[in-house]
């Protein structure tokens, strides 16, 4: 949250809060927010196998592909490896991705 609009509290975890690509907000709560393009899970929200699911399907959908199914195919102390079934254009297509589990960035690589 960047900025309170109302008079009402905005107060993380109670009237407004996010987990990975949703925000919601309550009880007359409005404000201004700032969403990064391609985010990553929430911390908090899960483990990391978890974040690097919800990074590498954020970093698909962020190019404009519908994810229709992920599966990790490796894990490791550094990386996880994301298996995704997209689709885009009525285009289906298997794209990997590495999610970083120090710089908790995800990338798309060549199999």
Not at 6 to 18: E, I, L, P
């Amino acid at each position: 949250m960047t900025q309170q609009l109302s008079k009402s509290a905005c107060r993380q975890g109670s009237t407004w809060n996010y987990q990975g690509d949703m925000l919601w907000v309550d009880r007359g709560c409005r404000a201004s927010f700032q969403v990064s393009p391609v985010s990553v899970a929430a911390p908090g929200f899960g483990n990391q196998r978890e974040e690097a699911l919800q990074a590498c399907n954020n970093l698909a959908k962020g190019l404009g592909f519908t994810v229709r199914q992920q599966q990790i195919t490796a894990s490791g102390n550094r990386n996880v490896d994301v298996k995704i079934n997209a689709e885009r254009n009525r285009i289906q297509v298997d794209l990997m991705c590495r999610y970083d589990l120090i710089t908790r960035e995800a990338r798309f690589y060549d199999s």
